[in-house]
């Protein structure tokens, strides 16, 4: 009896240990697969981590590539573009490439919706953005309380006029035009803010070497050639008391007297003083415009100081076979040599303000304008900042054109006119060169064919 237990007991065992071995094995499998589940998720998450960081790397590029210091041109060293015989060759960098162009316009044009429905503007005040005088009143519109009324008085009829009708329409005028530069001023700061948020925020001499000051009425102007800027340097003495009469002040006295100091003469903490204090304008014009608008002046003109300084080193890269007479003198330059030496980053001579960019010569995104008026309508807003800042009330801008007043003025018309003288491909270059004007005072593009 006790054999047949012991013998059993080893059979108990035998049948045991293979169960409990089998217990072990499964144990070990799951933790094996538990292990594995825990490496793909920690695999995963890394994956998707660096996406993202990577995602968040090219968009920060792609809205950062404008903010690059474009100014002068000449840092650029990339491969030339191939392309057919005739068309312009020059090296651009990477914002100048149509291509480069089109989602982030579709992309801003998407923003750009959004920006104007939490301003409330309507279809009608987008229109008058474009073609119209100036923006919502409110205690941020950087003009005083005393300036608005007077502005708003001026603007009316006399009180001795019964006729309320008038005066309503009047005083609605001079709301619209608040209106219309807030949302000017509004939609620069949000084009700052994606296109130009990484740039230093320091000022220097040379940010504010094209602002006049004018200290009787606190005014800081922002010189920008082809937009009246003559007439406006010939209104600005009269504050100043330098002059009794826009009227007979010649060119040369304008440009070259030394009766308006410019911004950059003063020390730096008087300077930002005046920054901080004093009221900041400019006019803007469409940019094609206002290129055709100087060519036509300094290059097609008569004009012995650009013909020699540019006209000769123009003709002498760009055209072929160019005469002895043409080498000589720098006259008789083509528009689309004009365009040619303005599109090339290494340029035979340098750039020049009467068709650098207004955001370089200008800085927006750095000076904060208080009024930034269009060269469309200047007769209207020019009156209206007049009237503002308390200007005497004969005051006016002038409108006559001292040089080559024979001719007519630069219009759409005429600008069409030169620019059919390019290839699809040379305008959109140009356009893409002027492409943060454009975006910056809301000019629409001039031709459909472009990005």
């Known amino acids: ?39 793909e998720t920690s695999e995963l998450a890394q994956a998707q981590a660096h996406a993202m960081r990577l995602a968040s790397t090219l968009r920060q590029s792609r809205e950062t590539l404008s903010t690059q210091d474009k100014e002068r041109h000449k840092s650029y060293g990339y491969q030339r573009a191939q392309t057919p015989e005739g068309v312009l060759t020059s090296l651009i960098p990477p914002m100048q490439f149509p291509h480069t162009e ?35 009143l409110n205690k941020n519109s950087g003009f005083s309380n005393s300036s608005v009324f007077a502005a708003s008085s001026s603007l009316s009829v006399s009180p001795l006029d019964s006729s309320s009708s008038s005066s309503g329409s009047a005083l609605q005028g001079s709301w619209k035009f608040f209106s219309i530069l807030e949302a000017r001023k509004q939609l620069m700061k ?15 001499r040379s ?17 920008v ?7 406006w340097k010939r209104t600005l003495m009269v504050l100043a008391g330098k002059a009794s009469n826009v009227q007979n002040i010649q060119h040369d006295t304008v440009h070259y007297g030394g009766h308006l100091k410019k911004l950059e003469s003063f020390s730096q903490k008087e300077i930002m003083h005046r920054l901080e204090t004093y009221k900041k304008f400019v006019f803007v014009r469409e940019p094609f415009e206002r290129i055709v608008s100087a060519y036509r002046d300094k290059l097609e003109n008569p004009n012995d100081y650009y013909h020699n300084l ?15 007479e043409a080498l000589r003198t720098g006259s008789g330059v083509m528009f689309k040599e004009f365009i040619q030496y303005l599109l090339d980053v290494h340029r035979p001579v340098g750039m020049d303000i009467h068709w650098d ?5 200008c800085h927006p995104c750095l000076i904060h304008y208080d009024f930034i008026g269009k060269f469309e309508n200047m007769g209207e807003e020019s009156n209206f900042l007049l009237r503002l800042i308390g200007a005497p009330l004969s005051l006016t801008l002038p409108t006559f054109k001292d040089r080559n007043p024979g001719d007519k003025r630069t219009s759409l018309e005429i600008t069409k006119k030169y620019f059919s003288q390019l290839s699809m491909l040379e305008r959109q270059r140009l356009y893409d060169f002027y492409y943060m004007d454009y975006l910056m005072f809301n000019y629409s593009k001039p031709f459909k064919d472009l990005y």
């Open 207 to 223: 940010h504010v070497k094209h602002l006049y000051v004018e200290d009787k009425h606190k005014l800081l102007y922002c010189q």
């Open 102 to 136: 089109r989602r982030k316009q579709k992309a801003f044009a998407m923003s750009q919706e959004h920006d104007m429905d939490s301003l409330h503007v309507t279809k009608r005040q987008l229109k008058l953005l474009k073609t119209s005088p100036l923006v919502i």
């Open 310 to 324: 540019f006209g000769k080193p123009i003709i002498s890269k760009y055209r072929l076979n160019p005469s002895e």
């Open 1 to 39: 009896m006790k054999m047949k237990m012991v013998v059993d007991a080893l059979c108990g065992r035998r049948r045991r240990l293979p169960c409990f071995l089998l217990f072990i094995l499964l144990f070990g499998a799951g933790g094996l697969v538990l292990f594995i589940h825990q490496q």
């Open 225 to 231: 050639p082809k937009t009246g800027c003559s007439n």
């Open 357 to 361: 960019q207004v955001n370089q010569l």
């Open 190 to 204: 949000e084009i700052c803010a994606k296109y130009k948020g990484s740039i230093s925020k320091i000022i220097t």
